[in-house]
């Protein structure tokens, strides 16, 4: 997976990334996109970067689950921390928000969740966790995303790239090793 792009093959598994489901590939089509046949039968064409790679069971979570998940921001409900970080040249210390995307950090259980459920939720996380961010003009965020085989990690990426005001590297490797990413905001006041 290099560039951020996912490729696939026919008769991959695969699990939708913006909406509830998934599917086998079936076939690929030009400029990164691929016709799956979803749980229902149907034919439906996506970007690779709407699908996420299905390496285990396809497990299922209840109907009324999913749509429970997120619906009063509960899942959100402070799963991040604040430290105090000193800038050279600066005699007032910023606030680092962290926050860790591992699912046992967001949820209770994740017996039976598929990947795909696994990712939709640490990005709906990653979503909330950074508007909160965004609106309290902190400075500073730390992303730890975990190494694994590296769809946490793009995904995350992915999301900063196509933010404003965003510059975003490894984090300290001697703090966090080479499972989380630093993120600077920046404003225009």
């Given at each position: ?9 026919p ?23 691929y ?19 299905i390496?285990g069971?396809?497990?299922?979570l ?20 604040v ?32 990947n ?13 966790f ?14 730890i ?39 600077d905001?920046?404003y225009?006041i």
């Amino acid at each position: 997976m290099s560039g951020g792009l996912r490729s696939f093959q026919p008769g991959e598994k695969v699990g939708f990334l913006y909406e509830k489901g998934g599917g086998m590939v079936k076939i690929v089509l030009p400029d990164n996109r691929y016709r799956v046949e979803d749980g229902d039968g149907f034919e439906r064409d996506f970007r690779g970067d709407e699908l996420v790679k299905i390496y285990g069971e396809d497990y299922k979570l209840p109907d009324d689950a999913v749509a429970q998940i997120n619906e009063d921001d509960s899942i959100t409900q402070e799963h991040f921390t604040v430290r105090k970080e000193s800038r050279t040249g600066s005699k007032r210390p910023i606030d680092v928000w962290e926050i860790d995307l591992h699912i046992e950090a967001l949820t209770d259980s994740n017996v039976g969740m598929s990947n795909a459920e696994i990712l939709s939720i640490q990005l709906r996380e990653l979503r909330t966790f950074y508007s909160k961010a965004r609106s309290k003009h902190i400075r500073k965020l730390v992303v730890i995303h975990g190494v694994g085989e590296g769809v946490l990690k793009d995904e995350v990426r992915l999301f900063l790239t196509r933010q404003e005001g965003v510059n975003y590297y490894d984090a300290d490797f001697r703090e966090y090793g080479k499972g989380a990413t630093a993120v600077d905001l920046f404003y225009n006041i």
